[in-house]
């Protein structure tokens, strides 16, 4: 955005048909964190994203300031008990935010080691400063401007501005590289908001225009060998633009995903919504600039946004957002977080989310839709609730509300009941589908019924394998 003011984990790889999957965050014993995915590539992502539309969002939230780049991640853990499925980051323009820009890159390899997916934007100053403030003094971000004889030397192969240009990118490269040395598929989401004035790079359509300056940053980087970086376009949702916006996009070679800035309402109109859509030529489409968590009902009526991501401090605005109206967007059926993402490398398959039903046609069921740990996972009435909705993953987990379903205490024993905990990796949260049963190969034992009782509220637990109905169970 126009930072409105400067307050402006991960994925698994699909391996093997016979595991359940989901992804892991943390249980009711401590144990290892699991290996951070590795194959996925830049395609992968994008398939991903493509395979998600008019199904699931991904949560996101924006983060800064590059000295703290994981404060607004951990904020939306302490309002919902998750962490979003995307983090952002920003490249900066300040003397801090250059020097800090490893400490932003840790973080990003953080959140994909997590099960989130990182993603990075760039308020870059003019070529003509090292460093610059976002408003105010000689060259800032906000409300700097190039006559047009400056703009056509920047976008001029080989003048001393284009050079300047790319010597300004070249900053990028060993972090970018960094992310692919270690398997890391980034968004980049340059020159944003391209089609608004308010940054020195945007408010310029037609051929030689902001899109030019897209195209040379994309043709850049990818000539530096940097395969792993997913290109991210990006306009604002200027009242009146809708019918322009075509006139900012560089081409379909330059772009992975479409995506929006809303701003100037909560949610995007429909005319924007179908603009998006059209311009996009099939590609995926999101939201990559937020105030507002977008609501359940906004995400019903425009079902092919692929995520969203809260600006930095605007998810604690009182006049954006409250702590209830986040849950209810976490804790959406569509709405996918940390350690819910899992995607598929080759041809793989995405992972399988609805719900599970069981012996009288009840639902598996998370206990008054709660996110604290031990809390009972049971048989109740199917509602279509987010405490309903389980992801089938890859890595033998079963998920609902960001958490994952655990025999209590690694216990073993007959009788033994299930709960919801932060997914660890550990034995005891291993499903395996076999013969329209639910077995946790750790105890050898099967989730069960006691006794078929389907009364709502019955408690889950794990017991020997037998024929009853109570231990048959139908999967997403």
């Given at each position: 955005m126009s930072l409105r003011s400067r307050t402006r984990s991960l994925v698994t790889v699909v391996a093997t048909a016979l595991a359940l999957g989901a992804t892991a965050t943390t249980g009711a014993t401590a144990s290892a964190v699991p290996p951070a995915p590795t194959g996925v590539t830049r395609a992968d992502v994008v398939n991903y994203f493509t395979s998600i539309t008019g199904r699931n969002w991904l949560s996101g939230q924006q983060d800064g300031p590059n000295s703290n780049p994981s404060q607004w991640y951990r904020k939306v853990h302490d309002i919902t008990g998750l962490y979003p499925g995307v983090w952002g980051g920003d490249f900066g323009f300040s003397q801090s935010d250059i020097d800090n820009r490893q400490t932003v890159i840790n973080q990003a390899k953080a959140a994909w080691a997590a099960g989130t997916i990182p993603a990075m934007t760039w308020h870059a100053c003019?070529?003509?400063?090292?460093?610059?403030?976002?408003?105010?003094?000689?060259?800032?971000?906000?409300?700097?401007?190039?006559?047009?004889?400056?703009?056509?030397?920047?976008?001029?192969?080989?003048?001393?501005?284009?050079?300047?240009?790319?010597?300004?990118?070249?900053?990028?490269?060993?972090?970018?590289?960094?992310?692919?040395?270690?398997?890391?598929?980034?968004?980049?989401?340059?020159?944003?908001?391209?089609?608004?004035?308010?940054?020195?790079?945007?408010?310029?359509?037609?051929?030689?225009?902001?899109?030019?300056?897209?195209?040379?940053?994309?043709?850049?980087?990818?000539?530096?060998?940097?395969?792993?970086?997913?290109?991210?376009?990006?306009?604002?949702?200027?009242?009146?633009?809708?019918?322009?916006?075509?006139?900012?996009?560089?081409?379909?070679?330059?772009?992975?995903?479409?995506?929006?800035?809303?701003?100037?309402?909560?949610?995007?109109?429909?005319?924007?919504?179908?603009?998006?859509?059209?311009?996009?030529?099939?590609?995926?489409?999101?939201?990559?600039?937020?105030?507002?968590?977008?609501?359940?009902?906004?995400?019903?009526?425009?079902?092919?946004?692929?995520?969203?991501?809260?600006?930095?401090?605007?998810?604690?605005k009182p006049e954006y957002n409250t702590n209830d109206g986040v849950k209810a967007t976490y804790y959406d059926g569509r709405v996918l977080n940390q350690g819910e993402i899992s995607i598929p490398t080759g041809n793989g398959t995405p992972p399988r989310t609805g719900r599970i039903t069981g012996v009288g046609g009840k639902c598996v069921d998370v206990a008054g839709s709660a996110t604290a740990n031990g809390?009972?996972?049971?048989?109740?009435?199917?509602?279509?609730?987010?405490?309903?909705?389980?992801?089938?993953?890859?890595?033998?987990?079963?998920?609902?509300?960001?958490?994952c379903l655990d025999v209590t205490g690694q216990g073993t024993a007959n009788g033994t009941l299930v709960q919801l905990?932060?997914?660890?990796?550990?034995?005891?949260?291993?499903?395996?589908?076999?013969?329209?049963?639910?077995?946790?190969?750790?105890?050898?034992?099967?989730?069960?019924?006691?006794?078929?009782?389907?009364?709502?509220?019955?408690?889950?637990?794990?017991?020997?394998?037998?024929?009853?109905?109570?231990?048959?169970?139908?999967?997403?």
């Open positions: 003019v070529t003509f400063v090292a460093t610059c403030q976002f408003e105010g003094g000689s060259w800032p971000v906000k409300g700097s401007w190039l006559d047009d004889s400056q703009w056509n030397e920047l976008v001029t192969d080989g003048t001393a501005l284009n050079n300047a240009w790319k010597t300004r990118l070249a900053q990028t490269v060993p972090y970018f590289q960094q992310l692919e040395d270690a398997g890391i598929p980034v968004l980049f989401r340059p020159q944003h908001e391209m089609n608004e004035g308010w940054a020195w790079w945007g408010g310029r359509p037609g051929a030689n225009g902001s899109r030019k300056l897209f195209q040379i940053t994309h043709d850049y980087l990818t000539g530096r060998g940097l395969d792993n970086i997913v290109w991210v376009w990006n306009v604002k949702d200027v009242a009146g633009g809708a019918s322009r916006a075509a006139d900012y996009y560089p081409g379909d070679q330059y772009v992975d995903l479409v995506t929006l800035d809303a701003w100037v309402q909560y949610f995007p109109s429909t005319e924007w919504y179908n603009a998006i859509q059209a311009i996009a030529h099939g590609k995926p489409i999101a939201l990559a600039e937020v105030g507002r968590a977008p609501t359940p009902a906004s995400m019903a009526a425009q079902p092919k946004w692929t995520y969203f991501s809260v600006w930095i401090d605007w998810l604690t809390t009972a996972v049971q048989l109740y009435d199917c509602n279509g609730t987010a405490a309903q909705t389980w992801t089938v993953g890859t890595d033998g987990t079963l998920r609902a509300l960001g958490k905990w932060d997914c660890n990796g550990s034995g005891a949260q291993q499903w395996q589908f076999q013969n329209g049963q639910l077995r946790n190969p750790q105890s050898g034992r099967y989730l069960d019924a006691p006794g078929g009782n389907t009364a709502n509220g019955t408690r889950l637990q794990i017991w020997d394998a037998n024929t009853n109905a109570w231990q048959k169970w139908t999967l997403p």
